[in-house]
């Protein structure tokens, strides 16, 4: 489908969840963008440069695919960059009412915006970025949760942590 997407999220830090979603974003669309944000109710553990090195290592060979990261609305730089559609993952029905509640404001700033929901797939559906920090700050094995070619260095930097 010749469609811009963008995959918007914290990544703090990437997940085999998140990777799991862009892989398949990328095959469906024919641009994804993924917009590595400030979400301003939490306090991160990677620096955005960090984030994003570690993203751009995890993506390398999907070539329709490009990292952003800006302040400021989505919906704005979506309208500024002819951006179709948000793209998010779903994991449970826990998810659905803030993701429905973003939907709909996204929208209203922004009304040619879609958003697209694909559903986690059954591996990823309980892992959070968070889980995988509490577990590697506490030198527990990560292996399942993170892409293999950028484990190493979310380990190391979890435990200096
Ligand atoms: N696999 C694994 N984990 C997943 C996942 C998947 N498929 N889908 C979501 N998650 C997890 C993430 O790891 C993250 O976990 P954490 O809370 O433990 O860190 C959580 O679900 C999602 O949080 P986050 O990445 O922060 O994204 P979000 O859905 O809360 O949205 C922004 C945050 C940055 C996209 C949003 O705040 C934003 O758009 N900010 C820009 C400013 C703006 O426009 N604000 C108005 C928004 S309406």
Not at 26 to 32: A, C, I, R
Not at 66 to 88: M, N, P, T, W
Not at 90 to 118: C, G
């Amino acid at each position: 489908m010749n469609k811009t997407v963008i995959c918007p999220g914290s990544f703090d830090p990437v997940t085999l969840g998140h990777l799991d979603i862009i892989k398949r974003a990328s095959k469906m669309f024919g641009k994804v963008y993924i917009a590595v944000l400030v979400n301003s109710s939490k306090t991160p553990s990677f620096s955005i440069e960090e984030r994003i090195e570690l993203l751009s290592d995890a993506v390398k060979g999907l070539d329709n695919v490009e990292i952003v990261s800006f302040e400021g609305l989505l919906a704005e730089y979506c309208r500024q960059h002819g951006v179709d559609a948000i793209v998010k993952g779903l994991r449970a029905v826990s998810d659905f009412d803030y993701e429905f509640q973003m939907a709909m404001a996204n929208k209203k700033i922004n009304p040619e915006l879609e958003t697209i929901f694909l559903t986690a797939d059954s591996d990823s559906m309980y892992l959070s970025s968070s889980m995988v920090r509490e577990i590697g700050s506490m030198g527990g094995d990560i292996s399942n949760f993170v892409p293999e070619c950028v484990h190493d260095r979310i380990v190391k930097k979890l435990k200096k942590n």
